[in-house]
């Protein structure tokens, strides 16, 4: 029998990025908040530090901070005809627990999504026609637009104090920045980052072909700041562990240097880590969450009763809770019909390989997770479609993010896996390659969705998320397509040899691409196509708000969590402002 | 290429480590804000250290496939110079041998390539298993050990583990292979506190300095060679531990709700 505690205003399911928001935004409105995180408590200090945290094979070969797939796992398959299997070892997407969750070992590259890509489907009709979207593909637009979430963009930026420079300011276009940028209110609160060697060659060589090259967005720091908050942040040391680490000199923007130490010292707030939440519990009209049940780690099971429930567990996770407490209708992929784990989409990634001379040192090693120079001429919709049969698009940039060797140490093609000419090359190679990343948009197929799996279970005995997935060929063709256009901003930059091909299918977990896992909890304007409203509030039951990557309806070209952290602060003022003034309400008449 | 003996090899790689020595002193200026001389030579793992999990002749079989998948060579040690097969037996021998982080739940399928490793054995039971088949394979066929035979005719051996599916007591070949090719550079590449990359020779020979973690100072400084030693974790002696300069430490966590322990505990 589980132990009933006292019933608090709201409960947290996951303390990771939006957890930490949203406790901060519902205890300054006075509200007495319960956050269940199911991973440990960790901070920069002691936690984060060197020299243990210079630990290639600790945290980037056998993935420390990433959830215990021993405990939790999912299962994969690439479609509906095959059996899933679960993922016995994280590989191609990494999904954090422990307090802080993955913006604790994310890269920090903060990029706002474009208005195009949030009226994909309105846009791609209106400027190519009805039939250019590949009817496989069930994109629909977000409901809101790059002007809605502006302001919450900016406010996330200035919490982050992330570093860039800004391409348009309130419609004035400012050179160096990306031109093809929606107006920000105003410029990025720090300057963009140092630019490395290689970052430094691709610009020239991406300007000479007529492109726009501009420094990534950065949530690495390039100068001291102190946010919002009054945390303060510093200066990043180019330290080349960043990716899969957590920060020990407080330049990274994550819970714990932003927003943590605040929260943590609130009365209202209470933080419970190794508290693993199993369902989400309602009253018996179904349209009432009464709280949530978890365990801890001592195994003693608890009900928490909460006014609110906040679902805040990282995208899959979002999924995986609705459809274990039995809130929304399952997405079925024969019929088409239901929402829940509908519209799973992740990204389109390929790489090219730049092999230089050997007079060339690259100091791979002297990176940041979010450093380096890009181009948006193939963001989006910045290109002309008519000619092509796919939409969406791909940033490619030189990135890099570490020279760390177990995982990095190139070689050109036709190098043997091992032996001596395998040692020669590496050798030769290791300090004389870049690597660009070639970024690209996912788009929602009625194929690929998720839901439980009807095998495998947890630790718990409650079933795995099933991921059913494959690449698009509307993404497949997009993915060739700009890797090309990399291809031959690799050659500009002088390269020996240039290596590299769009992605290929079928989609594999055994490799790296991103955590960038999004949709199965949709935002969107009708109830049929979307499981929460433009607030991020459940369509089923009012009282639930789901936030996360979850919430795309397809996932644009840039990285999710600029948007994200958007999101959250709309929910959390939409929550604030209008639902605590009538609770239980709808926001949104469906 | 000629085999070489146990003796030869020491002889080599102290050969090598002294030429790496000579060259880790040729440094640049240190960096302003984390400066240090030049680092002693790292105290790696021995080569010879006893072994936790491999039996004689398993660790035979790794010490000589490992010197061929990363030979000793003009450029720097091999992977038994650097203890590649110390850092494999710890790896084998400890908790991710046991199966740590690794989803073992059956029922088990083959499955697809895309769906990744799929079998019931932890690394330490596949190893074993692949090992004692290995032995009874090339005894069979060649009444000898796989460290006997000469270097072109195990590399051919090696191969045929590389690309063949033949079972190893149930593993397919080219899984164990692709276990043992994957830790070999693990070990030749990760630090030294692990028990391979003895003396950092790896990081030397391509340039990578290890632990050492603050280029804030040298990143716009382009195409600069950087030719300081490398810093293991071991050896970092500056415990550098940074203080949060304005916000105070956040007060501990909350413990969960005590339960009083009832004796039909669970759920
Ligand atoms: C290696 C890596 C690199 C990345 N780099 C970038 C990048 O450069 N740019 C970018 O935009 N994005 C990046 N991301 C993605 C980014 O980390 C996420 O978008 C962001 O952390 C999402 O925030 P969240 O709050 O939704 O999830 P998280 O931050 O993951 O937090 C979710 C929390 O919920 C907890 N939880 C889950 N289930 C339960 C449960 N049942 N009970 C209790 N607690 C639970 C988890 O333990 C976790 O702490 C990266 C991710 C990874 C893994
Ligand atoms: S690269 Fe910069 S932001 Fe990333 S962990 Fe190192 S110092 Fe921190």
Redesign the pocket.
């Known amino acids: 029998m589980a132990t009933r505690l006292k019933e608090v205003d709201a409960v947290l ?7 930490t928001m949203l406790g901060r935004e519902l205890t300054k409105a006075g509200l007495k908040v319960v956050g ?4 440990n408590a960790q901070f920069t200090v002691p936690d984060f530090q060197g020299p243990h945290m210079h630990d290639e094979l600790r945290y980037s070969v056998r993935k420390a901070f ?2 215990d797939n021993t405990k939790e796992a999912m299962t994969f398959r690439n479609n509906v005809n095959q059996v899933a299997l679960p993922i016995r070892r994280w590989e191609s ?11 604790v ?7 706002r999504f474009q208005d195009d890509e949030f009226k994909i489907r309105s846009h791609t009709e209106q400027r190519y026609g009805k039939g250019f979207i590949d009817p496989e593909l069930t994109v629909q637009d977000w409901g809101v637009t790059a002007a809605d979430l502006e302001p919450y963009y900016d406010r996330f930026e200035y919490l982050l104090g992330t570093s860039g420079q800004a391409g348009n300011v309130k419609g004035q276009k400012i050179a160096g920045g990306n031109p093809f940028e929606d107006p920000r209110s105003r410029p990025y609160p720090t300057p963009p980052m140092k630019e490395p060697y290689g970052a430094a060659i691709f610009r020239k060589a991406a300007a000479s072909l007529g492109y726009h090259p501009f420094p990534q967005p950065s949530s690495n720091l390039s100068q001291p700041y102190t946010n919002p908050e009054g945390l303060t942040l510093q200066a990043c040391m180019f330290c080349g562990y960043c ?2 680490y957590g920060c020990e000199h407080y330049a990274k923007s994550s ?1 714990q240097t932003i927003l943590l130490p605040v929260l943590l010292k609130d009365k209202n707030f209470t933080l419970r880590t190794q ?4 369902r989400i519990n309602l009253a018996q009209d179904k349209k009432t969450a009464t709280g949530v049940t ?1 365990v801890d780690a001592a195994g003693h099971e608890f009900e928490q009763p909460a006014k609110l429930v906040i679902l ?4 899959l ?2 999924v995986r ?1 609705m459809l274990l407490s039995g809130i929304g209708q399952p997405y079925d992929p024969k019929t088409g019909q239901g929402v829940v784990g509908r519209n799973y989409a992740y990204q389109t990634m390929s790489a090219v390989q730049v092999f230089f001379d050997e007079s060339v040192n690259i100091n791979p090693f002297m990176r940041s ?2 450093n380096g120079t890009l181009i948006a001429d193939f963001v989006g919709d910045n290109f002309d479609h008519g000619p092509h049969k796919f939409i969406g698009g791909a940033y490619f940039g030189e990135l890099m993010t570490n020279g760390r060797p177990i995982e990095f140490h190139p070689t050109p093609p036709g190098t043997p896996a091992w032996g001596a000419r395998w040692k020669e090359a590496v050798v030769r190679h290791y300090n004389h390659t870049s690597v660009l990343n070639v970024h690209g948009s996912s788009m929602a197929s009625r194929n690929n969705y998720l839901d439980l799996d009807p095998t495998y279970k947890d630790a718990w005995d409650q079933p795995l998320l099933r991921i059913t997935f494959d690449f698009p060929a509307n993404d497949l063709r997009m993915s060739a397509y700009v890797t090309d256009k990399a291809l031959a901003v690799g050659k500009a930059m002088g390269g020996r040899q240039v290596v590299g091909a769009g992605r290929k299918g079928p989609y594999t977990v055994t490799q790296y691409q ?3 896992n999004t949709g199965g909890t949709v935002m969107g304007l009708d109830r049929k196509t979307s499981v929460v409203n433009r607030y991020l509030q459940s369509w089923d039951v009012p009282n639930l708000f789901v ?3 979850s919430n795309f309806p397809q996932n644009a070209t ?5 948007t ?1 952290g958007a999101l959250a602060y709309m929910a959390a003022e939409a929550i604030v402002n209008r639902y605590l003034k009538a609770p239980g309400q709808a926001l949104v008449q469906a | 290429m000629e085999k070489l003996t146990r003796r030869t090899f020491f002889k080599a790689a102290g050969a090598t480590a002294a030429a790496l020595t000579a060259k880790a002193h040729a440094l640049t200026p240190d960096d302003a804000r984390h400066g240090h001389g030049a680092a002693p030579a790292a105290t790696g793992a021995s080569a010879q250290a006893a072994y936790l999990y491999f039996r004689p002749d398993e660790a035979r079989f790794v010490e000589a496939a490992v010197a061929r998948l990363i030979p000793l060579d003009a450029n720097g040690p091999g992977a038994l110079e650097a203890g590649v097969p110390n850092y494999i037996d710890r790896q084998l021998g400890g908790a991710w041998g046991a199966g740590e982080r690794l989803y073992r739940s059956g029922p088990w399928q083959p499955g697809l390539p895309g769906q990744g490793y799929q079998l019931p054995f932890t690394p330490a039971e596949l190893f074993r298993n692949a090992l004692r088949a290995i032995n009874d394979d090339v005894q069979k066929r060649r009444n000898t050990t796989f460290d006997k035979l000469p270097g072109n005719e195990q590399d051919a051996y090696l191969e045929s583990l590389q690309t063949g599916n033949q079972s190893l007591n149930g593993v397919p070949a080219h899984t164990f292979f692709e276990s043992l090719l994957a830790l070999t550079i693990e070990g030749f590449f990760a630090d030294p506190i692990y028990g391979g990359n003895k003396d950092m020779a790896s990081w030397k020979m391509i340039g990578f300095p290890g632990a050492y973690a603050s280029f804030y100072h040298l990143v716009d400084q382009h195409g600069v060679l950087f030719t300081r030693a490398p810093m293991s974790m071991g050896e970092d002696n500056r415990r550098m531990i940074h203080i949060q300069p304005v916000a105070a430490q956040p007060k501990a966590v909350g413990p969960n709700p005590v339960v009083a322990d009832k004796k039909k505990g669970g759920k």
């Open positions: 399911v996951g303390v990771g990025l939006v957890g269940l995180e199911r991973g990433m959830q997407f990494l999904p954090g627990t422990g307090l802080g969750g993955a913006a070992h994310w890269n920090g590259q903060t990029y990716e899969r819970p508290s693993q939440v199993l978890y805040c567990s990282f995208a996770n979002n809770m997770g979010a991103t955590t960038h936030i996360g990557a840039y990285n999710p969590t600029d994200v």
